[in-house]
Every structure is written in structure tokens, then in C-alpha cells.
């Protein structure tokens, strides 16, 4: 679902053939999958499709899965800042600070979960740093992924 996909003659290519575009999430697809996937409850599953790339990185290429899973965070926060913006137009006010006020503790709850989980891992295993950003960064994505299908999971029971 990210724009660009890892090419077979490596990752190293498509960092410099399309790195603007690297982890723009297609939005409309995580929607569509939002859709399939509410009767079965598993809507958190289109978070992991959406940057499934990122997980594919080869050991050897950790600062650039690193860094798709940094720009998809950011393609998240985008999306929210998306969603947010249309949701205050079109649900009532006190809906809409409902909204705000649960996206941002939950997205401060699942970030400093992220920070928590860094902290340990330094305190107490002998991972290397730059693994250690790695899943971190990874935590960071999923966390603000899972908050952008929060907000459509509210968006839905008010309809």
C-alpha cells in the first residue's frame, strides 16, 4: 500500500529514486479495508497492511526501514489532520471535541507505551541502538495508524 515498494535490486534504489514519496499510505485503501474489515472487528489489520513494506526491509537495510516507518508515522498524522479537519464541519461541536479529546489521549497513551517499551529495551537488553529506533519507530507508526482507525471507528457509530 505504500507508494513505493521495494524493488528486487534493493531498497537502497527506491530511497533515492522516490524518497518524497517513500511512505505516502493510500488513504483511500486503508478506508476501503476499514470497511471490509468493521463487521469482523479486525479494522487494526488495515494499519499493518498499510505499511507492511516497512516490516519487508532486509536486515542489512534497518536505517531505511527505519525511516519508512518515520515518513508512514508522518503519512498517519497526516491523515488525522485530514480526517479531523473534515469531522469538525460535519458532526455537531460537542461530538467533535468528544472526538479531539479521546484521539489525543489515545495517542499519547500508545506513544509513551512506545517510550516505556525503548527505555526497557535499553535499560535492559544488549540490542544495538540503531534496533532498538528500529521498533521503536515501528511502535511510533502503528501507534498513530491505530489512532487514525479510532477516530474512523467514532466517525462510523456516529453515523
Known amino acids: 500500500m505504500l507508494k513505493c515498494k521495494r524493488a528486487a535490486f534493493g531498497a537502497a534504489l527506491c530511497l533515492i529514486v522516490a524518497a518524497p514519496a517513500f511512505a ?3 488513504i483511500a485503501a486503508v478506508k476501503s479495508c476499514f470497511a471490509e474489515t468493521s463487521a ?6 488495515c494499519v499493518e497492511a ?3 513494506d516497512c516490516a519487508e ?3 542489512e537495510a534497518m536505517n531505511a526501514a527505519h525511516l519508512c516507518y518515520t515518513q508512514t508515522k508522518d503519512a498517519w498524522s497526516a491523515a488525522i ?3 479531523m479537519a473534515a469531522a469538525a464541519s460535519a458532526i455537531p461541536e460537542g461530538d467533535f471535541v468528544k472526538l479531539q479529546i479521546n484521539a489525543k489521549y489515545d495517542l499519547l497513551g500508545a506513544l509513551q507505551a512506545c517510550d516505556r517499551t525503548e527505555e526497557l529495551a535499553v535499560a535492559a537488553s544488549d540490542l544495538p541502538a540503531e534496533v532498538i529506533a528500529f521498533y521503536k519507530a515501528g511502535c511510533q507508526s502503528t501507534s498513530v495508524g491505530n489512532v487514525y482507525i479510532a477516530i474512523l471507528m467514532r466517525l462510523n457509530a456516529l453515523n
Open 50 to 52: 498499510a505499511q507492511s
Open 40 to 45: 469482523s472487528g479486525e479494522q487494526l489489520s
Open 57 to 59: 526491509f532486509p536486515a
Open 81 to 83: 489532520g485530514q480526517e
Open 24 to 26: 505516502e499510505i493510500d
